[in-house]
């Protein structure tokens, strides 16, 4: 169950860094119901709640990581060159965030 959670969190995770973290966690949601059946967890478990509440948290937490990942990166880099003039690039920005969102994405437990 661990290694299970802990693989879907990282993959989720970082898909959610390179697409929008909503769609991201869509697809995850969607690909995990069957895994979950076939596994024999049953969502209204306490395991099966508790990857359904995961995967979500990962994908947001992982979207954080980059510009596109999130619509909340790309305001606040706008928002950043209006108020200070600073202008972020793509890099600039993974560079500072995505070793925030690398040690969020991880599932505690």
Not at 20 to 38: F, R, W, Y
Not at 78 to 88: H, M, Q, S, V, Y
């Amino acid at each position: 169950m661990v290694r299970f959670s802990f693989i879907s969190c990282m993959g989720l995770g970082l898909a959610s860094a390179i697409m929008h973290d909503i769609a991201a966690a869509t697809i995850g949601i969607m690909a995990m119901l069957p895994l979950m059946k076939a596994a024999g967890i049953h969502p209204g478990s306490r395991t099966g709640i508790f990857l359904m509440i995961a995967l979500p948290f990962s994908c947001s937490a992982g979207g954080m990581g980059t510009l596109v990942g999130g619509g909340r990166n790309m305001v606040s880099a706008a928002f950043l060159k209006d108020i200070t003039g600073i202008e972020i690039s793509f890099i600039d920005w993974a560079i500072y965030a995505y070793p925030a969102a690398m040690l969020q994405f991880l599932p505690y437990g």
